[in-house]
């Protein structure tokens, strides 16, 4: 940038920067455009990157413990021949593997509380395909749900129940019993087998996983399963297996790829991160207005300066060059320092989170209504770029009017009253 500045015009525009004492409200004014500048630079990098990390946190957890592909039959048939179905589905070299799941609900029951539960039926050879989980588990609660039957639930459930591995639970099923009577509800008591923690509210709060046969038996349900979840080596690339296995399966099967299954929440994300940006770009545009009232004081304390410079031969391409640096110059430093604060609090978010949430005795990111345990954040670099450039180019344009003002300053006029 340097190199379109002649020395003397880089000299006085530095020396305009350094007001004198008399002309102290408008180097407070052009101090108040650079840290607005920076505070908007910084707010927008930071938004940017925890909306980014939010959205993949999400995707990433989703479909740790999800397909990203789910085969239901229509009308809401059970599938009974699910063994079939996985070996024509598994023909996609895409697929790395296809999990027939048993999906039921009910009431989960311990000495002193009650809770309506998701129940999950899989089988021990499935398990690993569901990363987050597995991984989650530790080789104790592995070795009880393969060989003991013991059930799998989520650590807040345990809380919401008080209980812990190797208590009790008596779970009741809608799916009852016929009698003369009428149905009478299932009833059955588990062993907590192990505790699972994937840091989602939804999934740590209310579900329960539970061996395939056990599952079968409780929910009264026979060899069949409620769907069969596909989980692929590559999860961007659903859209072409989603095609490859509806082909290969027969109309009376419905295919619901992840997108599609979680719409709500990336669309939520999208246009909740779109809107951040417009709002927050605000804060930045209006820091560029501030350059502009800055400058023009400026233009008019040094007008006698200008007046005088035209006179010994300073071209107006010059008057404007020295001015427009000025204003880019404080837009340049305020964006540089703004991206500085912005992408090191978007790296330590986690712990200005915690520090604030103990400044002010209050949860700042509750797992109720985020759905995560921890505040994410993922740094886009060429979201970052985006930013600087637009914080420049508004600095750069609020500073061609001060400027051209400046340069148009007759001579004549401006000294005939000094």
Do not use: C
Request: zero cysteines; charged letters at 20%; glycine letters at 6%.
């Amino acid at each position: 940038m340097f190199m379109f500045f002649k020395s003397f015009e880089l000299y006085l525009a530095f020396r305009y920067l350094r007001s004198k004492k008399t002309e102290g409200f408008i180097s407070l004014s052009t101090w108040f455009s650079f840290v607005g500048i920076a505070l908007g630079v910084a707010t927008l990098i930071i938004v940017m990157s925890v909306m980014n990390g939010f959205r993949e946190e999400l995707v990433n957890r989703i479909l740790g413990i999800n397909g990203h592909l789910v085969v239901y039959a229509n009308n809401g048939k059970l599938i009974s021949d699910y063994n079939d179905i996985s070996k024509k589905i598994s023909d996609d070299s895409n697929v790395f593997s296809v999990i027939p799941q048993i999906d039921g609900q009910g009431l989960a029951r311990s000495k002193d509380f009650v809770t309506g539960v998701m129940i999950k039926g899989i089988r021990w050879t499935d398990l690993p395909a569901k990363k987050l989980l597995w991984d989650n588990l530790n080789k104790l609660t592995k070795s009880n749900f393969k060989t003991k039957n013991e059930i799998i639930i989520g650590t807040r459930l345990a809380k919401r129940l008080n209980v812990m591995i190797g208590d009790k639970i008596s779970i009741i099923s809608a799916n009852g019993i016929k009698t003369a009577l009428g149905i009478i509800p299932q009833k059955q008591i588990f062993k907590i087998g192990g505790l699972f923690n994937v840091g989602m509210y939804e999934y740590d709060n209310n579900f329960i996983f539970m061996p395939w046969k056990s599952a079968q038996n409780f929910l009264q349900l026979g060899d069949v399963a409620n769907n069969i979840e596909i989980f692929l080596k590559d999860y961007k690339s659903s859209d072409t297996s989603y095609l490859i296995i509806k082909n290969a399966l027969n109309d009376s099967f419905e295919i619901i790829d992840w997108k599609k299954q979680n719409n709500t929440f990336i669309n939520a994300l999208n246009v909740e991160k779109n809107v951040m940006f417009l709002i927050l770009t605000l804060i930045i545009l209006v820091a560029a207005f501030n350059i502009i009232s800055s400058m023009i004081m400026l233009v008019n304390a040094k007008s006698g300066d200008i007046a005088l410079l035209r006179t010994i031969g300073s071209s107006r391409k010059s008057i404007l060059k020295i001015f427009l640096f000025i204003g880019t110059f404080i837009g340049l430093l305020g964006t540089f320092f703004g991206a500085m604060l912005g992408i090191f609090f978007s790296i330590n978010i986690e712990y200005l989170k915690k520090i604030l949430s103990i400044i002010l005795n209050q949860e700042l990111f509750s797992p109720e209504i985020y759905f995560l345990t921890n505040l994410p954040s993922k740094i886009d670099f060429s979201e970052v770029s985006y930013i600087i450039l637009t914080s420049i180019s508004l600095s750069i344009l609020a500073s061609i009017f001060p400027s051209w003002k400046a340069a148009k300053i007759l001579p004549a006029e401006v000294l005939r009253y000094e």
